[in-house]
């Protein structure tokens, strides 16, 4: 409560002085205004830039490299980037990541152990003087979205997994960084001390505490790290550096994470590869992924470094999460979600494009995030505030199927390990700060360069490694991606240039299989992961969603990848402190979708210490288990591009990008046409987000989602389509646009095909009307016709589901055969509900005008002949019918002449002639008025067949036949229909099912 | 609004704040029920409302003293309840009430005996009347009003905690009324079954340890469920007991009573005196006494036509509807005697042909078809006695109380 209550007032504070110290407080600031994320946090990002000059030259260029990164996408690769800076989370995530570089620099530049004491005094400090919990927590939140662009740069690590000397290269270089990194840390201590102040004033000193006793080991620095969310990145991004100086080390410790990042803690040479890894992206994620990936890269390389890649999207994501949930009182929080989760879907499209490479990437974060990130979640959720975050959290995560399954496991994971560190870990703050340290990380992994390099560049070497399928081309991607950046260094334009819309070079290989196949490496993994969006998450099988959220990833879906971010974001949000976090993460969806991944494998990772296998399987407690896992996962990552499946998998892909905009017809995975790729997803992904929701970063709900932009634009061309229920997202080569759908329907009005073809038509019609949200008049000529004919059919359930329908669309205002169907519906009510108070207000609602209706007025008439049992009125209003009201009394006939029947056996004595019979219950089919010359036909027999079937006694005098109502009175009986089934539906009978054709 | 210093403001808060918990400490049910009255008693929550809008961080307030912190989760909603009712934002009011209702009822739960009933019969009252405000405020903004809908589930909440054993039971049927007055209002009447049958058939409660005016409420709105369902013998007990049993100063509430016990005691036979339909201003029945006393359909259907808004609004219209049969029941006796007076011989021989003269002479445009038919459901509903011989065309009466009176029978389907 007081945390909320004190956000308001504490940001302004905080916000001041930040900016006194540095510019990263000004984008803490800018985080701050959760409405203005985006626009704010690359403003702040700039700042970034300059301060992170001022401090630490390395660190700083990093920071400034996510940014434009982010700016970049816009632009270029941008639609996947843009989408992502569309995502106010993300952007912010820039800026926040690279204060997170400077956590991580703190750790490397101490050594593991001292750097936890230390970093944890520096917190103290700057906690207490700043005091700004919001903005500090805006920042971590902002780190997230930087850990989503690090993934990317994870790519180029895949690349350099590969080659596992090269990558090891890199991290030096990255090392060089270090020396930035621990300025960055500096700066991460303010943040610290930002979120301290706000929400933990007495925490900082727990934490200290907490932090002193992790020192002792490695794992245990990364819990107390964890107890902050600002901690969390922080370890982040110390783990990022332990990895990145790890990896190096690593590649023989390997298989503990914790372990691995005590070791690169220890290792100042360590900490300057996390400098490399510097960019807070990599920091964050990478630390993990780092990690892990380390492992996996001493089985198969390419395939960990994509796994890891796809870890560095969660944690991105968890990390984003965690600090909107610190930043803001319980109640923002939730707003937070709602807007992150809107924003995810964004993300996702983003994904579509970038993910690819960003997956690949993002994998290796995720594994060492993983590793990580256990223990630092565990400490953020400590902090009880975010236990409402948690719910929010869950609560949103429905909307996302996709990014669900992955949140879930994130959200699981942390919990369990919240739950069993939350008591003495809170100073999760510290974690927070981590994740963007190993975004950074990632970048280094992708670009030797990546130590100073922006975050757009590192997603532009990600997306570089990205399409490079094998070794070889990776190889000769990494050689020219360095003659690039050396290009581009000398230029002076390393940091001017907008990478994300620097079309890719060429690569010499066949790019174009590349392409598709490196990004997926995480599909192949778990090809049968799919998940359709709407899927539900399977909390229980925590192995299953992540693989599940490894696959979104590789899909790119932006959808997928949303939910998974906002999965991620709810499990962080569960566990109290994480769930801060989550939300902000959730504003960044695709970092949001590292971030869980990360937050999950992270939790489970302190316990077992196997970072890996915590993203393969988080049960696996052996590192034996999870090795072989990861090798399986890797050779598999490795084999995509050959397998049949995934090629045909990718040419679908991309067959739907060049539907979506036939422009893009080159094949060439160059760089543009990702680009054009990612532009048509994100014209639909971002339709998720309003704009609104991406400026103002506060309190997206799930209403604001604009479902205009996941509407589906139909491309089939073919009139005639079958019905058939949807079982996962509608696809727009089977969806016809509505020009084809009028000719559709125009073919089944003029069909002389049966009611079953012709209602399967319609059906399809209707669905393909539906999933693209077209209502307007063709829509209610639809339901009209279809109504119409299942009247016709006798198809009563049918016709009530169109009734329904029309009833809506006639409600919005759109023209149709109003009078017509609300005569239907009063007939429906008399003649077949019976219900009294539907009546009433059917009738309470009916206008003059319609009452003046002929239609109506029959309807009405026909209700007071039926509630009077007025048979003679029944059966000429029957005669008189207009439109298909006639079918509506049909189903009411047989009751109205039977209930006719035992009036006049109690009425009449002692005889009634069948001829009258017949012409009062309209078995006669001549109309009123006109003479009956011949009893004998027109309906005499029928009227007399129907007698006996209804046991009437009939006898005949001078050759006329009569009812004789005293002896019939008594044996009147309603025969039972011949063709009644149990179930009450003649149509569902077996034999007609089974003979039913179209 | 007077300036207010913000000491003053904070001394009406915390007044208010103090109050509150005296009167939880001291069981003051009274104060209690008018502190939680923001709608009802606006007037006297005036001031720390208008002190509300000066002084922001009231939530602070309710923090900081231990003594009003263990009820924060009532108390601070509930604060800014009464400063967005001050500002006339009522959808935020209610949403607000509902937490500060929900925190309360949770509370009460705690308690063992049921001293502060008056208070959650506020909380029911004041739950439907701001969400009624509510819901009005949104539909003129356009949007969904669904507040009442939540007003009803927390009722429904409500409702579950005093059902079932012990002392708080005897609230329970005043939150049944006030669900009643949710469901009927929502036109979700079928929710209604649930409540009545954990009253009724669950045998629950013993309906005569109830206050009566919540017996005479529910009985008032189950009968007017039985009325829907044309089910007058029991509609007719309901509404008797409940105009019986209403405070006799209650004139509106009677009228409400009569405004269905009318058709209802029209259906099964018994006609209003015209001082009672003038007493209660409810002439929009006169006509239709009248037809039934003097068989003129023409008089049924005019009324029919011009209350039919008001017949179909309150759900009458098809139970009058219903009378017609009645109608043509007196008009058919009309001939019987003016026959029997012409020719006491022949007068239970009633001409199918002289039905249609006088139906004609009415303005109902009918054929002997459809007079015969009329003429077969008299007799089939045992409105009349006889039978018709169709080969003359001849309804035969009965020599014995051709027409029977209703007596107080519903017309026999």
């Not at chain 1, 019979?917 to 067949?945: H, M, N, P, V, W």
Request: proline share 5%.
């Amino acid at each position: 409560m007081s945390d909320s209550g004190g956000m308001t007032s504490k940001g302004a504070e905080p916000i001041a002085v930040v900016d006194s110290r540095s510019t990263e407080i000004q984008a803490v600031d800018v985080a701050q205004t959760h409405g203005s994320l985006y626009s704010s946090s690359q403003p702040a990002v700039q700042s970034w830039s300059s301060s992170t000059g001022e401090q630490s030259v390395p660190n700083s260029s990093y920071y400034y490299d996510p940014q434009s990164q982010v700016s970049m996408s816009g632009d270029a690769q941008g639609m996947s980037f843009t989408s992502h800076a569309s995502t106010s989370s993300n952007q912010v995530g820039v800026n926040s990541t690279q204060p997170y570089s400077g956590y991580a620099p703190y750790s490397s530049s101490t050594v593991p152990y001292n750097y936890n004491s230390v970093g944890f005094q520096n917190y103290y400090y700057s906690n207490h003087p700043l005091g700004n919990d919001s903005t500090t927590q805006q920042v971590e939140g902002d780190q997230n979205p930087g850990a989503a662009y690090q993934p990317l740069s994870a790519f180029p690590n895949s690349g350099s997994y590969v080659a596992p000397t090269s990558y090891l290269g890199t991290y030096y270089n990255a090392g060089d960084n270090q020396t930035g990194t621990g300025y960055e840390n500096n700066s991460y201590n303010y943040q610290t001390g930002l979120w301290n102040d706000a929400n933990y004033h007495n925490y900082p000193q727990h934490l200290y505490s907490s932090y002193t006793t992790s020192a002792t080991t490695v794992a245990q620095s990364s819990t107390t790290a964890s107890t902050n969310s600002l901690y969390y990145q922080q370890q982040y991004n110390k783990w990022p550096y332990c990895y990145n100086q790890a990896m190096p080390a690593v590649n023989g410790i390997a298989g503990t994470d914790n372990s691995h990042a005590a070791p690169s803690l220890q290792s100042a040479g360590y900490s300057a590869v996390g400098v490399g890894a510097g960019y807070p992206y990599s920091s964050n994620q990478p630390p993990p992924p780092g990690t892990t990936s380390w492992r996996e890269d001493s089985k198969p390389p390419g395939v960990s470094s994509f796994q890891e890649a796809a870890t560095p999207y969660n944690v991105n994501k968890t990390w984003e999460v965690v600090p909107p949930a610190m930043q803001t009182p319980p109640v923002n929080q939730q707003s937070y979600f709602n807007n992150l989760l809107k924003p995810t879907p964004l993300p996702n499209e983003n994904q579509d494009n970038q993910p690819k490479v960003i997956y690949s990437q993002a994998p290796h974060i995720q594994h060492s995030s993983s590793n990580h990130v256990p223990e630092i979640f565990q400490t953020p959720q400590q902090t009880a505030p975010t236990t409402e975050v948690r719910q929010f959290s869950k609560v949103q995560i429905p909307t996302n199927p996709r990014i669900a399954p992955n949140v879930g496991v994130s959200l699981l994971k942390t919990q369990k390990e919240s739950s069993g560190t939350n008591a003495p870990t809170r100073p999760a703050y510290v974690s927070v700060s981590m994740p963007k340290p190993s975004d950074k990380s990632s970048a280094e992994d992708h670009g030797k360069t990546k130590g100073t390099f922006p975050p757009s560049l590192c997603a532009y070497v990600d997306r570089s490694f990205a399409r490079c399928k094998d070794d070889s081309q990776r190889s000769a991607n990494e050689n020219i991606l360095k003659q690039v950046i050396a290009k581009a260094t000398a230029d002076g334009t390393l940091f001017t240039k907008e990478w994300d819309i620097e079309p890719l070079f060429t690569l010499p290989v066949e790019q174009s299989d590349q392409q598709s196949g490196s990004p997926w490496p995480i599909t192949k993994r778990s090809p049968s992961r799919r998940r359709s969006r709407w899927e539900p998450v399977a909390d229980e099988n925590l192995n299953d969603k992540l693989t599940s959220v490894d696959d979104n990833a590789t899909k790119n879906t932006s959808l997928g990848q949303v939910e998974a971010a906002e999965k991620v974001a709810v499990k962080n949000s569960g566990s109290k402190s994480v769930n801060g976090s989550v939300g902000y993460k959730f504003l960044p969806s695709q970092q949001q979708s590292i971030l869980p991944k990360f937050s999950q494998r992270a939790m489970k990772k302190p316990r077992f210490s196997h970072t890996l296998s915590a993203t393969e399987n988080v049960d696996h407690s052996s590192d034996s288990d999870k090795e072989q896992n990861l090798t399986k996962y890797y050779a598999s990552a490795i084999a995509l591009a050959d397998s049949p499946e995934e090629k045909k998998r990718r040419e679908n892909r991309v067959k739907r990008f060049e539907k979506g905009h036939g422009n893009q017809t080159d094949l060439k995975i160059s760089r543009s046409k990702i680009a054009a790729g990612s532009g048509a997803y994100t014209s639909r992904t971002s339709g998720l987000l309003k704009p609104t929701s991406y400026e103002n970063g506060q309190s997206k709900a799930v209403e604001d989602i604009d479902w205009d932009s996941l509407t589906v634009k139909g491309t089939c061309q073919e009139i005639e389509k079958r019905y058939l229920r949807l079982t996962s997202a509608p696809e727009p080569s089977t969806v016809r646009p509505e020009e084809i759908l009028e000719k559709a329907l125009h073919m089944v009005q003029t069909s002389q095909k049966s009611y079953l073809y012709r209602c399967d038509q319609l059906k399809s019609i209707r669905q393909d009307l539906t999933v693209q949200r077209i209502q307007n008049t063709l829509t209610v000529k639809v339901y009209e016709t279809h109504a119409r004919l299942a009247l016709e059919a006798g198809d009563l359930p049918e016709y009530n589901q169109c009734q329904s329908q029309l009833k809506r669309l006639y409600a919005e205002g759109i023209k149709g055969c109003y009078m017509e169907f609300s005569a239907y519906n009063l007939l429906s009510i008399i003649l077949h509900s019976n219900n009294k108070r539907e009546l009433l207000s059917s009738m309470a609602r009916l206008s003059a005008d319609a009452k003046s209706d002929k239609a109506v007025k029959h309807a009405l008439s026909v209700h007071s002949a039926v509630s009077s049992g007025n048979y003679i009125l029944f059966f000429r209003l029957y005669k008189e019918a207009p439109n298909l009201n006639t079918f509506f009394m049909n189903i009411y006939m047989e009751k109205m002449r039977f209930e006719a029947m035992k009036c006049m056996c109690k009425s009449y004595r002692p005889v009634v002639p069948v001829s009258y019979i017949t012409r009062a219950l309209g078995f006669s089919k001549l109309t009123q008025g006109e003479e009956i010359e011949d009893a004998s036909i027109d309906g005499y027999e029928e009227c007399e067949e129907w007698l006996r079937a209804h046991g009437a006694v009939i006898t005949s005098s001078n050759a006329e036949l009569q009812l004789d109502t005293k002896a019939s009175a008594s044996t009147l009986y309603m025969p039972e229909v011949e063709d009644a089934v149990a179930h009450g539906d003649a149509n569902l009978a077996v034999d007609n099912f089974l003979t039913r054709t179209l | 609004m007077a300036y207010l210093s913000m000491g003053e403001a904070h001394r009406r808060i915390t007044d208010y704040l103090s109050r509150f918990c005296d009167a939880v400490s001291s069981q003051d049910a009274a104060t209690l029920s008018a502190l939680l009255a923001i709608s009802s008693n606006f007037a006297s929550l005036q001031a720390p409302a208008d002190a509300l809008n000066v002084f922001q961080d009231s939530n602070q307030l309710v923090n900081q003293v231990e003594r009003y912190a263990q009820f924060a989760e009532i108390l601070s909603p509930l604060l800014r309840c009464l400063q967005s009712y001050r500002l006339g934002r009522y959808s935020d009011a209610y949403v607000a009430f509902e937490k500060a209702a929900n925190a309360f009822l949770q509370e009460f739960r705690n308690w063992e005996t049921a001293w502060a009933m008056e208070a959650v019969y506020i909380l029911a009252l004041e739950i439907r009347l701001l969400a009624e405000k509510a819901d009005r405020e949104l539909s003129s903004s356009g949007k969904n009003t669904e507040k009442l809908q939540g007003a009803g589930s927390f009722l429904m909440k409500i409702f579950g905690a005093l059902a079932g054993k012990g002392p708080k039971r005897v609230g329970a049927l005043y939150v049944a009324c006030q669900l009643f007055k949710v469901y009927f209002k929502l036109g979700t009447v079928h929710l209604c079954r649930s409540v009545i049958r954990s009253i009724e058939t669950a045998r629950l409660f013993d309906l005569d340890e109830f206050p009566v005016k919540d017996k005479v409420t529910y009985m008032y709105y189950t009968g007017r469920l039985e009325v829907y369902n044309e089910n007058f013998t029991v509609a007719d007990q309901k509404l008797t007991y409940a105009l019986m049993h209403c405070s006799p100063n209650k004139e509106a509430n009677k009228r409400m009573i009569l405004k269905y016990l009318i058709p209802v005691k029209l259906s099964i036979g018994i006609l209003p005196k015209q001082w009672l339909l003038e007493k209660y201003n409810l002439m929009e029945y006169n006509e239709v006494v009248k037809a039934l006393k003097t068989g003129d359909l023409r008089l049924l259907r005019r009324a029919l036509r011009e209350h039919e808004d008001r017949f179909l609004r309150s759900g009458v219209y098809l139970v009058l509807e219903k009378l017609e049969l009645q109608v043509y029941q007196r008009l058919m006796k009309k001939i019987y005697v003016l026959q029997k007076q012409k020719d006491p011989s022949k007068a239970h021989q009633l001409k199918i042909e002289t039905a249609v003269k006088a139906l004609n002479w009415l303005g109902m445009d009918m054929d002997m078809d459809e007079a015969e038919c009329i003429m077969a459901i008299l007799i089939f509903k045992n409105l009349t006695k006889g039978y018709i011989s169709h080969k003359n065309k001849v309804v035969v009466l009965s020599k014995q109380d051709p027409f029977p009176k209703l007596n107080g029978k519903p017309v026999s389907s």
